[in-house]
Every structure is written in structure tokens, then in C-alpha cells.
């Protein structure tokens, strides 16, 4: 599959897609954390290196099969979520922030000066299983699952607990059961992302996964709007293009990113799609086809 789309697609244009793919399932995990339960988590790419080093480290030291790897690296992370998610089930706002930046940090220092996973130096020769193929395979299906997961009751608890805790709870939503789901869920997609980029770029280093790139994170599901899936998907598409399409203002490209943010913030406070959904995205697709028809019909 691979091959016959390189006959078409430039491999530089390929590569751009594959990592859109992959920030579109980091997005998602931090969408459920964010946007929907509102719980404002600044340290997502610490959980990102947890999956990106237990895949490269499973496959690299152990020769562990791929999708074993895959696994591994999601269910990593998550149990990382959950251990950082019960303690801090008091905290909101500005302190879990903190938190979580403090431990995204903890852990990088730990990859820094662990032996297995290369130290400074990094982790190479990680086989190159990661394609187009398999990533927009795995966007869909999340997207899928997400989708169907804040369609559903349990869905709805998320956005309760996000819009007023007090009231959800006060609603019989067990609030502190559904933090930790949703803080779980969201940290094994962003192993499941890790494992993915590992796998892609065959090299990763402790510096990859700092701060900014949590930051980068959060813009995409703020630029997209908070909670909603196809608002998170544009917030990525953009924020993963804009850096490549500025390339040619090397030196002054973080202000024209910068400046891009601001502007769109203005015009649009509650991000490109705010609180859109799946199914105002059809209503709106089917109101237009069927104006359409309609006077195409009138004309004939």
C-alpha cells in the first residue's frame, strides 16, 4: 500500500501525513482529558515518551513483535495516568496543570539517565514499522470509538463534570470514578501515539518530548475548540502544517505561528468549532445537499 502511494504522493508530503495522523490520536487522548471532562493537563508529552520508550525499548532489547509493543506502550502509559490521576483528583485548573508539567519532567530526566533507554544519547535502530497505511487505519478507528464513547451516557457524564462538577456529582455522576477513566483513556492514546512516532522516526531522545511539545498539544485542541472531535482534528491539521508552510520565513516563523494563534483566538474564542459535533457536521452536510437539490430541481 505504501509503494503505491509513493507513485502518487511526494515522500515528503507523505511524512507530513503520517504525522498528522499521529497528532490527531495525541489530540484525542488530551480532547477527552481537556476539552471534555475539563481537566487541564500541561504535561501530555511525558506520557507520550512512557509509550514511545516501553515500544522502542520492548522492540529494540527483547525483539518483541510490533503490535505487542503497541500494547504494551498504551497500557503503559495509562497505568502512568491513572497513578498521576488519583492523587490529584482534588486539584483543578492552574494546580493539576503543575502537576502534570512536573511530572512530564520527572519522567524526562528519568529517560535521560536510564541506561536502557540511552541516556542523553537517545534510543536508535528501532525498526520502522510505523506507515500511512497503519496510522490512518488506527485515526479512524479512534475517532470511531471516540465518538461513540461522548454519544453515550457516559459521554455526556464527561462534559457534566467538565461544565460543573459540583452539580454532576450532585446528579449521582460518580465524579471521581469518571476523572480517572478519562484521565486513563487519554494517557493510553497518547502511549499508543508514542509507540507510533518510535516506530516512524526509528530514533527518539529525551529532548523530543520537553515541554513545548505538551504545549503544542493543548493548542491543537484549543485551536480546534475544547470537546469537540472534528474541532480537534482541524486544531491538528493546521498546527502540523503551519510550522512546514512557514519554513520559508525560517527565522521569523515562531511569530508568524505565534501571531496565527492570537488571531484566530480573537475571532474565535471558543475555537474553529467550539463544541461541533459528528452530528451537527451531518445535519449541516444534509442541509446543504438538500438545499441543493432542491434548486437544482426548481431550475429544471
Not at 91 to 104: H, K, N, P, Q, S
Amino acid at each position: 500500500m505504501e509503494a503505491f502511494i509513493l507513485q502518487y504522493v511526494d515522500i515528503y508530503v507523505l511524512q507530513i501525513m503520517v504525522l498528522i495522523g499521529i497528532n490527531i490520536i495525541m489530540a484525542l487522548g488530551l480532547n477527552l482529558i481537556t476539552g471534555v471532562t475539563g481537566q487541564l493537563s500541561m504535561g501530555h508529552a511525558g506520557f507520550m515518551s512512557i509509550g514511545a520508550y516501553t515500544s522502542a525499548i520492548l522492540s529494540v532489547h527483547f525483539g518483541m513483535p510490533f503490535w505487542f509493543c503497541l500494547t504494551a506502550a498504551g497500557l503503559m502509559a495509562a497505568l502512568a495516568g491513572v497513578f498521576i490521576g488519583i492523587p490529584t483528583l482534588r486539584l483543578e485548573g492552574d494546580y493539576l496543570a503543575m502537576v502534570t508539567i512536573g511530572f512530564a519532567e520527572i519522567v524526562r530526566v528519568v529517560f535521560l539517565n536510564l541506561d536502557i533507554a540511552g541516556r542523553g544519547m537517545g534510543l536508535s535502530g528501532i525498526p520502522a514499522t510505523t506507515n500511512f497505511t497503519l496510522v490512518w487505519g488506527l485515526v479512524i478507528v479512534i475517532v470511531l470509538l471516540n465518538t461513540g464513547l461522548l454519544k453515550s451516557r457516559p459521554g455526556r457524564a464527561l462534559y457534566s463534570i467538565r461544565e460543573d462538577e459540583i452539580a454532576a456529582e450532585a446528579s449521582g455522576v460518580n465524579t471521581t470514578l469518571y476523572k480517572v477513566v478519562a484521565f486513563a483513556l487519554g494517557t493510553f492514546l497518547a502511549g499508543i501515539g508514542g509507540s507510533l512516532y518510535a516506530h516512524y522516526l526509528t530514533y527518539i531522545s529525551p529532548q523530543d518530548f520537553d515541554f513545548m511539545r505538551s504545549v503544542e498539544y493543548l493548542n491543537m485542541v484549543v485551536l480546534g475548540g475544547m470537546g469537540s472531535i472534528p474541532g480537534t482534528i482541524l486544531g491538528t491539521v493546521i498546527l502540523t502544517i503551519a510550522p512546514e508552510v512557514l519554513r520559508f520565513v525560517q527565522d521569523y516563523r515562531l511569530l508568524f505561528y505565534g501571531a496565527l494563534l492570537v488571531i484566530l483566538m480573537i475571532f474565535r474564542p471558543n475555537g474553529l468549532l467550539g463544541d461541533v459535533r459528528w452530528v451537527d457536521v451531518k445535519r449541516t452536510w444534509a442541509r446543504i445537499r438538500g438545499q441543493a437539490l432542491a434548486s437544482s430541481s426548481s431550475d429544471s
